[in-house]
């Protein structure tokens, strides 16, 4: 197997994505992503993992969540959780998370995720393949019902839905995340 040379970065998006009447929103962050997303992408050799909310407030939870396990007690109590939320840092947009990314590294190829059937979507083994290009990959999820039309059409590539033995395709995104990075970085 050819090992991966490509610096991979994540982004868990909360605006623009999708409520299930298709509307675009802004969803609400949860302290279970933090740091289930977080502890996967540290197993897996993520680089960093973006939150992405316009909203004020999120970002100060966000901050003080993260604040609480890696200068707070917490990560006094649990130095193991500390390494995995060092990872987060908190945006605004996705164009201030390939900014960061491009000025530390290159500009990002940029992988979307998504739970629908989409023409020309790339499988999990295929986008492995493109990990050995020596290039950042940027790999966004959605919250929500999912990313907006806008990102999907920004994207590079998109990735073909996870699939079970069951009809039933409604993953958490904390679930969803911890089975791509197994399949593509494991």
Do not use: C
Not at 18 to 37: F, P
Not at 39 to 63: C, H
Not at 122 to 138: A, N, R, V, Y
């Amino acid at each position: 197997m050819k090992k991966l040379s490509s610096k991979v970065y994540i982004a868990l998006l909360h605006y623009p994505v999708l409520n299930k009447k298709g509307d675009i929103v802004v969803s609400a962050v949860t302290n279970l992503d933090l740091h289930d997303i977080a502890r996967a992408a540290k197993t897996y050799g993520v680089e960093n993992y973006y939150v992405v909310t316009p909203s004020i407030d999120q970002k100060v939870l966000v901050d003080d969540i993260k604040s609480h396990w890696t200068e707070g007690k917490g990560g006094t109590l649990n130095p193991k959780r500390k390494e995995a939320l060092e990872l987060i840092k908190v945006e605004t947009s996705l164009e201030k998370v390939i900014d960061d990314i491009t000025a530390s590294s290159s500009k990002p190829k940029v992988v979307v995720t998504t739970a629908k059937k989409i023409n020309g979507s790339l499988s999990i083994k295929e986008l492995k393949e493109k990990l050995i290009d020596d290039m950042p990959f940027l790999i966004l999820f959605g919250t929500g019902w999912g990313l907006s039309a806008e990102i999907m059409e920004k994207a590079d590539y998109i990735m073909e839905p996870l699939n079970g033995v069951t009809d039933y395709n409604h993953l958490s995104v904390r679930s969803a995340a911890s089975i791509i990075f197994d399949r593509l970085l494991g």
